[in-house]
C-alpha cells in the first residue's frame, strides 16, 4: 500500500491514530522504529531545527530538502506541515507535485498569509485568508495530486485568531466543500472545550485532526469519545532534545571532563546503528574487494 494510502486509511478510521513529530532524518528513523505509522512534518520544528523562526525564512526548498533526508530514511507516512502553502494557489499546487515527486504522503496547509506565524505567538493578531482564496488553493491542489490518495488537510485557524465557533465552522464547511480530506481544529486553549463543541456542530462531516499541544492535560481517552481521527503530538522530539542538549552543554561546560556524561548520552554504538553503518560495512566487503 503505498504511503499516501496508508495516511489516508488513518484519517479515515474511526478510531484516532497518533502521529509524532520528526524535523530531520534521524529523528523521523526513531519515531518509525519506535512503531509510530506517521510522521508530522513539523514546521515549527523542521524551522527551530535549523536556527530560523516558524515564519517563513526557511524557504520551500529548504524544507524539502529535510523532507527528502526523512523520507528516505523511513517507510511510513509522512505529513507535512505545509504552512500556507508558501503563496497563492499556484506555489501550493507546485509544491502537491514535488511532494509526490518524493512520496510524502500528504500536506496540511493553514488558512493564513504568507508569511505565517506560528499560531501560539500573537494567534488573536493573525490575519486569516479570505475562504474564497482558500478554497481555490485547496481546489488547485486536488486537481494536481496524481495519486488519488494523496492527503489535503485544511487547517482552520479560526479559534487561534479569535473569530469564533460560527466563523470555524463556515471556513470547515467551505474547505470540506472545496476538496479536503480532512479538517485540522486548532486550538490554543489549555482545555479541550473548543474542540468538544466544533465535534459536536461537525458531527463527523470529514475527518478531524487535532493538535492537543496546549491542551496536553486532556485524557487521551477524551479523543476516542469525541471521534477525533488524527492526534498530532505535535513538537515534543524537538522540545525533548533541546533540553538534553542544553543540559548536557551546560554540563560540560561547567565540568570540562567527560567523566560524568558518557553514561548519561546515547553510546556510539547506538548511534553507528541509527546510521546503518552496518550495512555499509557489508557493502563494502561486497563491492570494494570486487577488483
Ligand atoms: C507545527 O508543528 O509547526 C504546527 C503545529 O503547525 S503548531 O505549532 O501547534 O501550530
Ligand atoms: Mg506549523
Known sequence: MNKSTQLKRMIQSQNPDFIMEAHNGLSAKIVEETGF?????????????????DNNEAS???????????????????LLDGD????????????????????????????????????????????????DEFCGKIKAMKDTQTNEDFV????????IAGHGMDEMLRRAEAYRQA?????????????????EAFMREWSGRLPVVIVPTKYYRTPTHRFYELGVNLVIWANHNLR???????????????????????????????IFRLQDAE??????DRYLTAA
Open 37 to 53: 505509522k506517521g510522521i508530522w512534518a513539523s514546521g515549527l520544528s523542521i524551522s527551530a531545527s535549523m536556527g530560523v523562526r
Open 152 to 159: 489535503v488537510v485544511a487547517r482552520v485557524e479560526a479559534l
Open 179 to 195: 476538496g479536503a480530506d480532512a479538517i485540522l481544529a486548532h486550538s490554543k486553549r489549555s482545555d479541550i472545550a473548543e474542540i
Open 60 to 78: 520551500w526548498t529548504q524544507v524539502l530538502e529535510v523532507l527528502e533526508f526523512m523520507s528516505d530514511a523511513t517507510t511510513i507516512p509522512i
Open 84 to 131: 500556507t502553502g508558501y503563496g497563492n494557489f499556484n506555489n501550493a499546487r507546485r509544491l502537491v507535485k514535488k511532494l509526490e515527486q518524493r512520496h510524502i504522503a500528504g500536506v496540511c496547509i493553514e488558512d493564513k498569509l504568507f508569511p505565517k506565524t506560528n499560531s501560539f505567538i500573537k494567534g488573536d493578531a493573525q490575519p486569516l485568508a479570505p475562504i
Open 240 to 270: 525533548a532534545s533541546v533540553q538534553a542538549m542544553q543540559n548536557i552543554t551546560q554540563q560540560l561546560f561547567r565540568e570540562r571532563s567527560l567523566v560524568q556524561i558518557e553514561n548519561n548520552v546515547s553510546p556510539l554504538e547506538e
Open 279 to 284: 550495512e555499509l560495512q557489508a557493502a563494502e
